[in-house]
């Protein structure tokens, strides 16, 4: 069983950094693809950065240029660094999982992923 579990959330004016942490843990796919998505209230998930296990990354274009997805294999944990900090960037940021690159199918759908973390509240204030 795949267990994502997020830190990092928390409140920051408009034009800070916050960094989002996802420790992930029970997998077994040598194949994998690791996804970051946000949701606010009334609206579906959607897809801010992917990485996958050769390493390609995926962005939304609202975060190119400020959001960057890593990842370090040793400590099992994917990152989302999140600079330049807009109001509109508020909600709540989840972790993702899927068993295949993010390449197969869409990245930036929800549906596509099998497990999911709990999610973290950003805040961005102006």
């Known amino acids: 069983q795949v267990q994502l579990v997020e830190s990092g959330g928390g409140s920051v004016q408009a034009g800070g950094s916050l960094r989002l942490s996802c420790v992930v843990s029970?997998?077994?796919?040598?194949?994998?693809?690791m996804s970051w998505f946000r949701q606010t209230p009334g609206r579906d998930h959607m897809g801010v950065a992917a990485?996958?296990?050769?390493?390609?990354?995926s962005y939304a274009d609202s975060v190119k240029g400020r959001f960057t997805i890593s990842r370090d294999n040793a400590k099992n944990t994917v990152y989302l660094q999140m600079n330049k900090l807009k109001p509109e960037d508020t909600a709540i940021y989840y972790c993702?999982?899927?068993?295949?690159?993010?390449?197969?199918?869409?990245?930036?759908?929800?549906?596509?992923?099998?497990?999911w973390g709990q999610g973290t509240q950003v805040t961005v204030s102006s």
């Open positions: 029970g997998y077994t796919d040598s194949r994998l693809c």
């Open positions: 993702a999982y899927k068993g295949r690159y993010c390449t197969d199918g869409s990245w930036s759908a929800a549906s596509g992923y099998e497990y």
């Open positions: 990485i996958d296990s050769d390493g390609a990354t």
